[in-house]
Nanobody, 121 residues
Framework: QVQLVESGGGLVQAGGSLRLSCTPSERAVRSVGWFRQAPGKEREFVAHIHWSGSPAYYVNSVEGRFATSRDNAEKSVSLQMNSLKPEDTAVYSC????????????????WGQGTLVTVSS
């Protein structure tokens, strides 16, 4: 069973950038979604990328600042986060898409453990 591992989180000042990676335990070309959960809040959809690399979907609050893509070997998926804001602070997780609405976390599986992103003001 494929499992995902996220990496790349950390502490950054507002306006800065981070790049997260989502790597499967075995080579698998799958559609992947990124979600985040801030303290005391519900898990929120961030982005989704089709297994072919296109299309990609984003929540309005990150449109134009975040970009998700596959690497050349199509083994991992990255989330480039630019112009970060304090409200982007959350644990970011990736999951393999299983069907249904791409915006609902219930339609994803094989979640990784998550990586913490902290944006200071």
């Amino acid at each position: 069973q494929v499992q995902l591992v996220e990496s790349g989180g950390g502490l950054v000042q507002a306006g800065g950038s981070l790049r997260l990676s989502c790597t499967p335990s075995e080579r698998a070309v799958r559609s992947v979604g990124w979600f985040r959960q801030a303290p005391g809040k519900e898990r929120e959809f961030v982005a989704h990328i089709h297994w072919s690399g296109s299309p990609a979907y984003y929540v309005n609050s990150v449109e134009g600042r975040f970009a998700t893509s596959r690497d050349n070997a199509e083994k991992s998926v990255s989330l480039q986060m630019n112009s970060l804001k304090p409200e982007d602070t959350a644990v970011y997780s990736c999951g393999i898409y299983c069907g249904g609405s791409v915006y609902d976390a219930i339609n994803y599986g094989a979640w990784g453990q998550g990586t913490l992103v902290t944006v200071s003001s």
